[in-house]
């Protein structure tokens, strides 16, 4: 079965079979009921219940028209996308890592023999696809991102791979400083880059084993995350909470430990500098970020401290970056809103022209971000969020408003 | 309208009129659309309403039997007690004060002229009254301690002061560390005692003024809580900031504002080392405490020290204590835990025998606390206070759970 695109809007799909060529009209409805529970091996009545509560959207932009899990729906994923170009593509949402807490005792139970030991980067997920006739990149939540998108294909030659693979995924962070999601310095990064951490299969969302997608990446050049090594179960441990401690100390996230044939699901772990950026990231935005927010990250610290062993120094200094990272950005950004200015973060994109970096914050209301284009110079656009809870409630506060 | 409580169940109260002396029943029902209403000025649809979805409860134990207002209720306040004596006394909720994050904006617009300042001390807030023929304590929540009922009245001599004033409520903290509720330590109470902060009318909830309250509080000798002075509202400020960092100084937790003439509802504000002391308690139970609870405290750090207009040293010290009182308390209890204990804290208590401990004991179980009598030697007992989803979640963490 195959879909004109042209054609596509909410109600009115125009299919020709690839047999007969006879074309055939069909509506959303029927694609959600008949066609999309057979493709994904779900029941048809949970993907109308999710229609009907805007878990599942229809989605379209200049890129694809799709329908998006808005929320995962059984066992599909939040940020699965089923796209409709000259056939169905559908793109698994990337699924959440899962996180120990105690190194050693959840690698023990979880994994077996051996771990692959990838680096964790600190930029955001996108997925990369060729839905015909364009290479498409996807943020977490499925929307796609124009920027992403154009960055993508500039950073690496994708064409060859995906004339070759046309049915897998690339999924992988974007980095760097000039990130309109999430900035930061990596050296061998610089303003952009990506970096590529799992091959996947279009429908099943089933991901290549380490070896093979090591292979391919190099057959086909493109970047992978830096491989730390495979160790046995025993071993891995130890080798990886000092791994972390040094990728901490380098102002790097962590790692992503993975069962080299990709058959048991990975999980992460992460630097205590990593939490105290997030914190420092979180209090810089108190009340727009979520109090689980706050939490998660603080109890990371004492299991990390405990597991660590650490001497009462290390652990003075531990609690005094806790410390710091919570209450410096806070006052910084009461200092600010004193002053009668907003609770915002600037954000640098290249763009060939304005319009580029107008598309790109046009992309961001659609995700519900607050954003305004602050200034287009010379191919840089510098792009204002604002985090309007924090500006309002501190404001309130500071006019004399009671807890 | 009087009635007998010897007859007293929740289907049956036997009313004997005043005047003629006629006797006839009542259900509990008609008490709450037709009486209550008319003593409370409040809707009895609303009260019909409460009383069916649990808000409103029948409570009776030993001392009294009342209709407990478990949440508020229009205006009238959670803990609100209804006590059906030989007449009917109603106990109002003590109402939430509301915090200054910004003392002085906070301030000026709600207060007039002058306030009054006392200590706000950390204990456990207390109201107690002459139900017919008892003299009782109220938890906050409306519950009667036995243990405090039968301290208050050890420590105070309040049998004068009720036979003048039966409509009258004293409103304080019960303080020291024999406290099983909040056990903190202050040279001038030692063990155990109680310092007033409020005399209420009943009924109304309605306070004396600071002048007459002061004035009846030293007439029937009972112990008042500190009043620091009573300042013009443009001095205030600055002498509050500096009066809560010396009583931080000295481990003592902050201040109560009021309207000298209680006109206008009191605020509180408080030591960034009570709030570290919160933080203390809370990150030893992380996970029974709520996520709310860390965040409010967090927050009232940032704003403090803002408006202190810390210097980079002390802004510092303030972050240290802060990621301290964090850090350790959890790394800590983990440990505990990991020796195979339970998250639990140990409160002391004096008893004249067994049996009024195991009372105490069950109070507390009434109240959702698992708690258990470690030991009882020589008129003091010691209750263990388990907090269940520290324990479970830490020990599920120490075992390799992910999170």
Chains 1, 2 share one sequence.
Do not use: W
Not at 22 to 48: A, G, T
């Amino acid at each position: 079965m195959h879909i004109k695109r042209e054609n596509i809007s909410p109600d009115n799909f125009l299919f020709y079979c690839s047999k007969c060529g006879n074309s055939q009209k069909i509506s959303l409805k029927d694609l959600i009921i008949k066609e999309i529970p057979l493709l994904l091996d779900v029941d048809s009545h949970k993907l109308e219940q999710a229609y009907k509560k805007g878990n599942l959207k229809f989605y379209q932009n200049r890129f694809i028209t799709a329908l998006q899990f808005r929320k995962s729906v059984a066992k599909i994923e939040a940020g699965t996308m089923v796209c409709f170009s000259n056939e169905i593509h559908i793109i698994r949402g990337f699924p959440k890592i899962r996180r120990t807490l105690m190194l050693e005792k959840a690698m023990e139970l979880h994994f077996q023999r051996e771990v692959a030991v990838e680096e964790k980067m600190n930029g955001y997920n996108v997925r990369i696809a060729f839905i015909n006739p364009e290479i498409v990149a996807f943020t977490r939540g499925g929307y796609v991102c124009p920027y992403t998108t154009r960055k993508a294909s500039e950073i690496m030659d994708l064409s060859k791979f995906f004339y070759d693979y046309p049915d897998l995924v690339i999924c992988g962070e974007m980095l760097g400083t000039d990130n309109p999601y999430v900035s930061h310095y990596y050296p061998e990064i610089g303003k952009l880059g990506f970096r590529i951490f799992d091959i996947r299969e279009k429908v099943t969302g089933k991901p290549l084993s380490i070896k093979k997608k090591n292979y391919l990446l190099e057959k086909y050049n493109l970047p992978p995350v830096r491989l730390f090594g495979l160790y046995s179960l025993p071993e891995a441990p130890t080798k990886i909470l000092e791994l972390v401690k040094n990728l901490g100390e380098n102002g790097r996230e962590g790692v992503v430990m993975k069962d080299p044939l990709m058959k048991i699901p990975p999980l992460k772990y992460t630097s205590s500098q990593a939490h105290a950026d997030e914190l420092v990231y979180a209090f810089k935005f108190p009340f727009d970020l979520g109090k689980s927010f706050f939490f998660s990250r603080v109890v990371r610290e004492g299991f990390q401290s405990y597991e660590m062993q650490e001497s009462k120094d290390e652990m003075k200094k531990r609690a005094q970056r806790l410390g710091e990272s919570i209450l410096y950005p806070m006052v910084e950004t009461i200092k600010h809103i004193s002053a009668d200015e907003v609770a915002g973060e600037d954000l640098v994109m290249e763009a060939d022209n304005r319009e580029e970096a107008e598309e790109f914050l046009h992309h961001l209301q659609e995700l519900g971000v607050v954003a305004v284009l602050l200034k287009y110079e010379n191919g840089r656009a510098v792009i204002r969020r604002i985090h309007q809870s924090t500006t309002d409630k501190i404001k309130n506060f500071l006019n004399g408003g009671l807890y």
